[in-house]
């Protein structure tokens, strides 16, 4: 048995370690697991217990005996069950800051305000269902011909149409994995589960053992929530586990239809490969590798290189470097300009006193890839940052290299996740634009130029429009707002499918299907293709759209 | 040198055998291939060789090299190149219904109705585009607060909130592979290339052996359009060449960045997997499978099982039985309803006087396929049709099994592609629900009801609703009307995606994904997301949706 700290804590937020199967409280039989406090890296009470495929495979059962009763639901009452979740997470603002606090070494400010954009989240979910779009309401009316309804020959002249109406129905229970780096908004009741419950799709989690605490609260506030609102047990389920044994069991149970992931690049292709050796597969939401290209145009550069490298310092140590949108890559054109940015930076970087990171590994994982980066040819180390204590210190480290070396290694465009950065010295504009589009795919690309630049700007703009989800102009990635039109996705490796977003209220598409009706009674219309429009919804009629 | 027929008939048609890499002809250098007549068996001229690892990288560089300049062409000018391509493909028609008929044994009435239906296509993605809900255009305006724009931290109350867009941009090149069974609707000129030249995306199709006069006519109107409408080279190519070898090639070029297939689950799969396992996998959208279950409720039956039986029939004879939506699986409760259905059925199936289908290669798989079927457990034939004289030829089968042997046998939901069908005979209502819950997923379900049964519909539904794309009322399945409301799609095995449907107006956003600007100056915004809206498409401000 290993000492815990802070048993006083965990009894006062009533935590007990243990999952949830449904409606019901269960101990796993596996491996003892911690979550540990980075900052003493000492391990938090209460333990936990890994769980095997039994309970894998009773919340997948529960998740789907739920489904048709939960998609079914009305979306009012849907909507109704999301807010009451958000209120839930809200009224345990104190606890979660509090725990969350111990189990990631965030500080209270930040995860305060995670709480609130964890909330939006569930309360934009609750906006989006009344709106109703997402239903995808299409009716092309019937016309008349020669032929019965239903047997026109493909392409025969008029033809006999058929009454068609199509709406999107959710794919079916849906597992998520929480992300360490949010501890609540890209974790257990984050954007993946909220999209999800949005959908109508009941959800499986698999709690990140980094903070299993946080993820017991998270995950009390929504079941509590499906009590309150008398729906299914099985709508939500809460697992512990590892992740290379209990998370594959998760993504190939056959009662999954869809997976969401914010992690590493390693982890997520491991389940995209599972999912896809399924015998039925099924689309998996990976979001995992980005280092988030910056370029400085000339122009901005000249105008401002020292705020620019005093605000890229600032984005890039946010949160110690542990955004999935942190600016891991800089490129601009040599010069005067440049120098003074990399001088500024340097400085601030060096005047950095150090962060602890989320947890001793990932401090572990950095530092080594820090080391790799640095090792490869052609890469200098511009500037360190103070080092925190313990195991889980971590460092800013500023580094550079030229835009030939760069081309020349690919090895040099790996995530280190963490708060450092390359710098690429490109000879001018056209060499910019050749390492531009060496580029993976990104989460974002941002652009920092004036006036004098536009033109410059217009030409790049396509190749960073195919390389990235969201282009940012004269700013700094590491803000994702929570809204319609954002975009927090991209081409792969950024994402394991960039049709889609993480963030935002286009989420909700992930998970839903479109069925066609045809001929249907009106009696077995779903609500959004009746005719008198009971929800009254945007619908798309005879091609045309309409407000709801 | 095999001897070729038909020869005065292609030169007519001024048919070379050729390839067209971009605007260039070009002979391939392997295997010579020629179509067939499969009422003859006699090979037609010209003949063809299929292309090389050579045509594929040329076809797909110059795809690659015409993207940018395709995909930012404004939505008027390709709707313009769409249209034109109809109407070269209507100028074509006497051409494309005499080779077509020559090549697939189909007779001109169900060609020149197939004509219509593929400048249907062109024409609809016209109005598609300049609808313009395809850009899924969104705004959120942006909000004061105390950070600057771009570095509001997640969660931050009350948030600085920057101006955000967001526009869908096309995926890149695409690869399609021509259908064999509508060698014009799901061929080189078919719904996957049409939705993709309107997402804006250049096509590579794969022309499939046995229709290669068709499909050189077909590409021959789609490379006068982009001629005359002055596009780059690179936005269409037509290559012939082997599936398993060249049609690879063509799936793992890192240039083609999606595909559109319709065919066998066997070769559907191969290039389902060859996309994963590649280095940056690519979405494939793979029309494979369906059986399409009819559900046949006691009421009905009762009420007209004999009208019933003739009008299955004559669905599942259409086409010599190759719809992929041919109702291949009919499921009823034994009694006196059903045995008269059966009775009829069996009868119209005898007076069948048989069907050339398309090539002797399918009419030995499908004579393979209902051995098969006929051999397993508890099934019995009801009924053979007349046979077709030659090598392609093919004759009607009906079989029935019991509910319960059905259960008991996953291969009997393997798909006959032909004009062979089995009745499954369930005990009772809770029985044929049990069967239902036992299906694959499906591109079509049909239910025949009358008032009595609505309310054992009612339950059924949810079951049909996960399992099929398209669920049809009191008809058959094989119509499939190309418009707003249509899904052409459904759950694995019937596609590899069922998010998506391959006919329809909603077969262009298989082809798109979404990319979100930041604070983008106004001159650097594209059309669809500028404060004037010059194209007058609806947009969601704020959230809330407004027409156009």
């Known amino acids: 048995m290993t000492t ?52 894998v495979r009773r919340a997948c059962a529960l998740a789907e005996e739920a489904f048709d009763a939960y998609r079914n639901a009305d979306p009012q009452r849907r909507a109704g069950f999301l807010e009451r979740v958000a209120d839930n997470l809200t009224a345990l603002t104190d606890a979660l800051v509090d725990r969350a606090g111990k189990e990631t070494g965030l500080p209270p400010v930040r995860l305060a305000g995670e709480v609130v954009r964890t909330t939006n989240q569930f309360r ?13 309401a299409r009716i092309d009316p019937a ?42 908004a890209f974790s257990v009741a984050g954007g993946d589960t909220a999209s999800a419950l949005a959908a109508g799709c009941p959800v499986v989690v698999k709690a990140h053992d980094a903070h299993l605490g946080t993820s017991e609260l998270a ?6 929530a499906v009590a309150e609102h008398a729906l299914p047990d099985g709508v939500f389920s809460l697992l512990i586990g590892d992740g290379p044994t209990l998370g594959t069991e998760l993504v190939v149970d ?35 590798s980005s280092v988030n290209p910056v370029v400085l145009m000339p122009g901005a550069l000249a105008a401002g290189g020292e705020s620019l490298g005093r605000d890229f310092v600032a984005s890039l140590t946010l949160g110690a470097g542990q955004f999935c949108t942190s600016p891991g890559l800089i490129l601009g054109v040599d010069g005067l300009g440049l120098d003074v940015f990399v001088t500024t930076a ?54 550079a290299v030229g835009g030939d070396d760069f081309l020349a290694d ?17 000879r001018d504009l056209a060499h910019l634009g050749t390492v531009v589009r060496s580029l993976e795919g990104q989460l974002t690309a941002s652009v920092h130029a004036v006036g004098a630049d536009l033109d410059d700007v217009r030409r790049l703009l396509p190749a960073l429009e195919l390389r990235a989800g969201r282009i940012i102009f004269d700013g700094w990635p590491t ?16 994402t394991s499918d960039s049709r889609t977003t993480s963030v935002g209220s286009s989420a909700i598409e992930r998970f839903l299907r479109p069925v066609a009706y045809q001929n249907a009674p009106g009696a077995l219309l779903p609500g959004a293709l009746r005719d008198d429009n009971p929800y009254r919804i945007p619908r798309r009629i005879g091609g045309k759209l309409l407000p709801g």
Chains 1, 2 share one sequence.
Do not use: K
């Open 410 to 426: 690919p090895a040099l465009q790996d995530e280190m996740f963490g708060p450092a950065a390359l710098v690429v010295r490109c």
């Open 219 to 224: 995950a009390g506030a929504i079941r509590a």
């Open 4 to 55: 815990t700290a802070g048993a006083a804590g965990s009894v006062a937020a009533g935590l007990t370690g243990r999952m949830f199967i449904g409606a019901e409280r269960v101990d796993g039989t596996g491996t003892e697991v911690h979550s540990v406090d980075p900052r003493t890296g000492r391990p938090l009470a209460p333990p936990s217990h890994h769980g095997t495929t039994t309970e």
């Open 479 to 494: 803000g994702v707002d929570v809204g319609h039109a954002v975009v927090h996705g991209g081409p792969f490796p950024a």
């Open 346 to 399: 340097a400085r601030a970087v060096t005047s950095t006193t150090g962060a602890v990171m989320l947890t001793a590994g990932i401090a572990r994982s950095y530092q080594a890839a820090v080391a790799a980066t640095a090792a490869r040819r052609g890469v200098t180390i511009v500037a360190r940052g103070g080092a925190a204590a313990g195991a889980a210190g971590g460092q800013a480290v500023l580094m």
């Open 143 to 184: 016309e008349p011909g020669q032929a019965p309804p239903g047997q026109a020959p493909p392409g025969r002249t008029p033809p006999a149409r058929p009454d068609l109406r199509q709406r999107r129905i959710p794919l079916g229970p849906v597992a998520v994995f929480g992300a360490s780096n949010f501890p609540l």
């Open 254 to 288: 056959p009662r999954i239809q869809a997976v969401g992931f914010t992690g590493s690049r390693a982890a997520g292709l491991a389940l995209v490969r599972a999912a896809a050796a399924r015998p039925r597969p099924i689309p998996v939401y990976a979001e995992m």
């Open 124 to 136: 934009l979910f609750a906006d989006v269902l009344r709106e109703g779009s997402w239903h995808g």
